[in-house]
């Protein structure tokens, strides 16, 4: 069955501090993982997608096939960074299907 | 442009009833994606609208139904509404063209059942 996971609801973190919040899956086959964003009162977007090898905001995420895992990290977090953080996937033969974990929720303090 | 639209905003209904919800797409999206937000949840894929056609549906009961109009804007229907049915309604938008992932999402549908 497919399935998202995301261990952690909430991460604070300082300002300057490396970020990883985690994210690991279970599919049937050979899925494509992103990470969507929301921040404070605006709407849900897409931050990066593992298909594109991209860094974006300083983020980059690395799946581990092996693990099941799509950990998104930055290696300095910045206060902007603060928002709700969803791993999702979709997979071959359902690629308007997305599944969604039940997200983290990033605090960087000053 | 707006962007994805989603109205109302907000409603509140009782069990046994039924509710239309109604999203536009952002201006040359012609599919639509539609997603139930329970509280401290993400988004659970209902299904998504294409050519006026139901392409992929997610693991929901029959009493979700949806349509898809000419002009590519769309309704979630949800009859004899449960308890657990209150969430937000999130609508997303797209179209073939777009990278993989790339969906518009609207600001979403508050559905109280009381």
């Known amino acids: 069955a497919q399935r998202v996971t995301q261990p952690e609801k909430l991460l604070s973190v300082f300002k300057g501090a490396p970020v990883e919040l985690k994210c690991n899956y279970s599919y049937s086959g050979s899925p494509e993982l992103f990470w969507y964003v929301q921040y404070s009162r605006q709407r849900l977007q897409l931050l990066l997608r593992?298909?594109s090898r991209e860094s974006i905001k300083g983020f980059t995420a690395d799946l581990n096939k092996g693990e099941t895992s799509f950990h998104l990290k930055k290696p300095f977090a910045q206060e902007e960074d603060s928002a709700m953080y969803y791993c999702a996937l979709t997979g071959p033969g359902n690629f308007n299907k997305f599944y969604f974990g039940s997200g983290t929720k990033l605090n960087v303090k000053p | 442009d707006a962007g994805v639209t989603q109205s109302p905003t907000h409603l509140i209904k009782t069990r046994g009833q039924q509710v239309t919800l109604r999203c536009s797409p952002k201006?040359?999206?012609?599919?639509v994606s539609w997603y139930q937000q329970a509280l401290g949840q993400g988004p659970q894929f209902i299904f998504q609208?294409?050519?006026?056609?139901?392409?992929q549906r997610g693991n929901f009961p029959d009493r979700f139904s949806g349509h898809q109009f000419p002009n590519y804007s769309s309704e979630l229907n949800v009859n004899a509404l449960l308890l657990g049915d209150s969430a937000l309604y999130l609508c997303?938008?797209?179209?073939?063209?777009?990278?993989?992932?790339?969906?518009?999402f609207g600001p979403g549908t508050r559905l109280t059942v009381l």
């Open positions: 609208y294409y050519e006026e056609e139901e392409r």
């Open positions: 997303a938008s797209s179209f073939p063209g777009l990278a993989l992932g790339t969906q518009y």
């Open positions: 593992h298909i």
């Open positions: 201006s040359g999206h012609d599919t």
